[in-house]
């Protein structure tokens, strides 16, 4: 099983931008054939999902990002890309990166660290 490491977060003022990243530890095709998402939590709220990316490429945004986040992935790399733009203060949370495994509720690999991210009003 792969392991996750998220970074490229950090305190920006409302308006701005950050660009995160998640490289996977493991098979190159593993990877490839993995539908990889973003996830955020913040204080006292459960994790939910920001974006995901599928294998062939299609992505898939919660509304409240739409516009603003764009979901990459550098397959040779083993790293999905969150480009967030626009800033809001309640973009505020932990953000994390896994795979979701269809029709189960369950993840592919085991959660990381995560990565901080703070907006300023």
């Known amino acids: 099983q792969g392991q996750l490491a998220e970074s490229g977060g950090g305190l920006v003022e409302a308006g701005g931008s950050l660009r995160l990243s998640c490289v996977i530890s493991t098979h190159v095709g593993i990877f490839r054939a993995s539908t990889m998402g973003w996830y955020r939590q913040a204080p006292g709220k459960p994790r939910e999902l920001v974006a995901a990316?599928?294998?062939?490429?299609?992505?898939k945004y919660a509304d409240f990002v739409k516009g603003r986040f764009t979901i990459s992935r550098d397959n040779g790399r083993r790293t999905v890309y969150l480009q967030m733009n626009s800033l809001e203060p309640e973009d505020t949370a932990v953000y994390y990166c896994?795979?979701?495994?269809?029709?189960?509720?369950?993840?592919?690999?085991?959660w990381g660290q995560g990565t901080q991210v703070t907006v300023s009003s």
């Open positions: 896994n795979s979701p495994i269809p029709h189960t509720g369950s993840y592919q690999f085991t």
């Open positions: 990316v599928i294998h062939n490429g299609d992505r």
